[in-house]
């Protein structure tokens, strides 16, 4: 394992483990962009996996856009490995992932991705373990993608049509997920 990876696993436990107290590292401000509005044609890092690839219907390829995941909506969540509120917000993303793979209707219609702004593939490596995400997490290395939505504070959730306009925005914990899941199926035609 590498040390790069031992360290960042070592954070996560620390920032887990140490309560409200701990400072989030991931805060940063209000999104730039507000619901009906159309945000940037974003090039997102292709998983890693044959598996997340096809959970998300792309090809293999290096890179990809909104406009190749072919599902309705596409419930972009950027979030940092080291942010306390998004590790807190992972069983949250489990079970909203959960609820939509269950339903044949709702698995095809919306697409859940991961974006972990400033965090290598080994970052996103070790989150995903350790805390279980079965939904594909890619990382936003430079934190382009992140910079583009305006640096919000994380955990941040903006849920795309195919034309990339935004039908729904959360900002921190999803404390309620089957209210949440509810909104999210308003926008479904």
Known sequence: MKLKS??????I??????????????????PKFKVGEV?????????????????L?????????????PAELLYVDIFGVLCQACQKNAPNMN????????????DKAVKIVGVAHESDYEDVKM?????????PLIPDESGT????????????AVVLD????????????????EQFLAEIRQHLK
């Open 145 to 156: 993608i992140f910079e583009q939505l305006g640096e919000p504070d994380t955990p941040y």
């Open 57 to 69: 219907g792309l090809e293999a390829k290096k890179e990809f856009h909104r406009s190749d995941v």
């Open 13 to 30: 436990c620390v920032l887990v483990l140490s309560g409200p107290a701990a400072v989030r590292l991931a805060s940063a401000g209000e």
């Open 162 to 177: 195919r034309d990339r306009k935004i039908v729904l925005t959360h900002q921190g914990v999803i404390h309620n997920v």
């Open 127 to 135: 989150f995903r373990k350790a805390f279980r995400v079965k939904f």
């Open 39 to 55: 945000v940037p044609d974003f090039t997102f890092s292709a998983p890693s996996s044959d598996k997340d690839r096809a959970y």
């Open 95 to 106: 079970k909203l992932h959960n609820y939509l793979v269950q339903d044949p209707a709702l």
């Open 6 to 11: 031992v360290a960042c696993l070592l954070v």
